[in-house]
């Protein structure tokens, strides 16, 4: 497409629409300038357009009719021409619906040619991204996997394969978020148990009384509330794996009722007296320091020792190199499916701030930040200012060398804007005169600063 565009403008107040034409013309884009909606659809019908501005209400046909004119020929035609809404403060309410359907952007009159000018760039560029983007959409997308060739995954990998097939009990370690549930998934799933039920308890999310008749359950009138016998997750795992996560967390009398429970093989409800043979293998898991807990007297020394017969460590995202592109792809492709959505590209620049960031909370951190791009990405392709700021917005590596307590620019304008307002006693119209700026962009440099502070 290069710099130069084919743009549709379609507007029914002469004015604007005279401004809209004059500024993008005057970027070295062709501009068809057309007065209502009807005449809008026309044009699109007999021509090709790189994209559209046009407003919300218009004679004889919308923004939002337009919008599904453009859809229809993109249904046709495989190829989608960004809309950009122009609308009036008062009906805010048409411009987020219209976005919700698949609009690309929308200004608000009277029209800000700086505004007009980033919006239609960032637009085009979106665009010319997607068009280049021949992602494919798998035919199907694990829910979960573990993904990643790095030197760290692959030795947990081999781990995996040669302790799955015996019936030994596993200690799964690693920081919050790095995806110990899925490594006791792939055990379970590659062992002579994979047909039986694979049960998981988060041991640090419930109290101690609740633990002890979740995993061992309780016979009727063991306690207040307990007005029928039921069968703890041992006992419902029977033939399978019991994933214990967080056991870090489990009370020391719950510890040597799990001691007895790997000895012996058997279990006593809460209020009974029989024991219950259970046929289960256990896997746990900790982002605790467990020598330090047994140090300190808070785990078992026994109970440690009979839970990590074998230990597997998995590695930190940070540590794991090239699997960070694969993952995202994975991640975005599995949200996409969740929604019924086609699996946008992810541009290079957010790939850059992906694998800049340090992710301190691992593949839960990254698969909640792609959850939220996928779901704010209204095109084919996810760019940075679809990822969270804190990710969108990282410094550069050697920022944190130059940086010995200075500001940025940013936090010296928002600085002199309080400092001006205050002593315009907070009258905008006065500090907006003192800053030389009008009104209305005091009110955008406000909103900006209360966006970042939130």
Known sequence: MGARARILV?????????????????????????????????ALARETFDCVVGDVQMPRASGLEILEALRARANETGSETPLILVTGYANPGAAMDAIARGAADYLAKPVDVV???????????????????????????????LIGTSPPMLDLYKQIAQIAPTDTTVLVTGESGSGKELVAREIHRRSARAAGPFVAVN??????????????GHERGAFTGAHAQRRGLFEAASGGTVFLDEIGDVPLKMQGQLLRVLQEGEIRRVGGEATIPVDVRVVSAT?????????????????????????????????????????????????????????????????????????????????????????????????????????????????????DGWPSLDELERRYVDRVLERCGGNKTDAATILGVDRRTLQRLLARRNTDES
Request: include cysteine; charged fraction near 30%.
């Open 203 to 216: 041991c640090g999310g419930l109290a101690e009384s609740l633990l002890e008749s979740e995993l061992f």
């Open 10 to 42: 379609a507007e029914d107040d002469d004015l604007t629409l005279e401004l809209l034409a004059t500024v993008l013309r005057g970027e070295g884009h062709e501009v068809t300038a057309v007065a209502d909606g009807r005449d809008a659809i026309d």
């Open 287 to 403: 982002n605790r320091d467990l020598a330090v807990e047994m140090a300190e007297q808070r785990l078992r020394g026994d109970l440690y020792y009979r839970l990590a017969v074998v230990s597997l460590h998995v590695p930190p995202l940070r540590s794991r190199g090239d699997d960070l592109d694969a993952l995202a792809r994975h991640l975005v492709a599995r949200h996409a499916a969740r929604l019924g959505r086609p699996v946008p590209e992810i541009a290079p620049e957010a790939l850059a701030r992906i694998r800049a960031h340090a992710w301190p909370g691992n593949v839960r951190e990254l698969e909640n930040a792609l959850a939220r791009a996928v779901a704010m990405s209204t095109r084919a392709i996810i760019l940075p200012e679809d990822l969270p700021a804190v990710v969108a917005d990282e410094p550069r590596a050697g920022a944190a060398a130059i940086d």
């Open 115 to 145: 505004a007009l000018r980033a919006t239609v760039a960032r637009t085009l560029e979106r665009a010319r991204l997607a068009g280049e983007s021949r992602q494919p959409r798998p035919a199907a997308v694990e829910p979960k996997a």
